[in-house]
């Protein structure tokens, strides 16, 4: 089990999350950044839908999607996939769909977790059909979703999540890059059933040489934990 506490620490420390804060739309971002999002609003329209339509049109951009991953391990299928938006309807998620305005086909989505005044851009549930990348869905995506939450709704704050203990993602780096985004140091506690605990402390050592990923992602966040990482 792992626990974080101490939210948005001023000293900087082994574990994070990933948060904007602030909403200066355009003219807080690089020139270049600015036009792959013009760009990205001439071909794309951005909105709120609903789950049925997500349930009917998602898994096939997932499927097309999935293949990209660095991370091997991991597998998909039509009841995974039912089941995390199942997942997500008994939680408090909304859903943004990427519209292709030449064909108005859904292209990709992304779901969002909402609390009162903060909401969090689920990696898991964040996808566009590959062959549109040049095209920059992802900058008018994350350009709408953060001049809706933070300035039209008022939320305290967005974020993409914590510390990833695959690093398989660069998408952190790319939000702090391109939209600035900053990272909001926590602390870190993990627990572990005493087998597991035993286990980890053994193989401790080797961390830098295991290539295991599900192993050396439980490692990697060991050190984290310790402030080793």
């Known amino acids: 089990m792992r626990n974080t ?8 420390g082994s574990f994070w999350y990933v948060i904007k804060d602030s909403f200066g739309d355009l003219n807080e971002l690089r020139p270049r950044v600015r036009n792959k999002i013009r760009h990205a609003h001439g071909a794309y329209n951005y ?6 339509l997500l349930q009917e049109q998602g898994f096939a951009i997932v499927e097309e999607t999935f293949a990209d991953y660095a991370i091997t391990d991991r597998k998909t299928n039509k009841n995974i996939f039912s089941q995390y938006l199942l997942d997500c309807e008994r939680q408090n998620f909304e859903y943004w769909g990427v519209f292709e305005i030449e064909t108005s086909t859904l292209v990709g989505f992304c779901c ?15 996808k566009t059909h ?12 994350f350009h709408a979703m953060n001049r809706y939450y933070l300035h039209e709704k008022g939320f305290k704050y967005v ?17 702090i890059k391109n939209f600035n985004f900053r990272k909001a140091y926590c602390q870190l506690a993990v627990h ?3 087998w597991m605990k035993i286990a980890v402390n053994l193989l401790y050592p080797f961390r830098k040489i295991i290539t295991l990923p599900r192993v050396k992602a439980i490692l990697n966040m060991e050190a984290m934990q310790r402030g080793e990482k």
């Open 192 to 194: 572990y059933r005493w």
């Open 5 to 12: 506490f101490g939210f948005d620490l001023e000293k900087k």
């Open 130 to 141: 590959c062959k549109h990348n040049a095209t920059y869905p992802y900058y008018g995506l």
């Open 159 to 175: 974020s993409d999540g914590s510390r990833s203990i695959t690093e398989h993602s660069q998408i952190h780096d790319f939000l």
């Open 47 to 52: 909105r709120l839908i609903n789950l049925a």
């Open 112 to 126: 969002v977790r909402c609390w009162d005044n903060s909401c969090e851009y689920d990696q898991s549930g964040m």
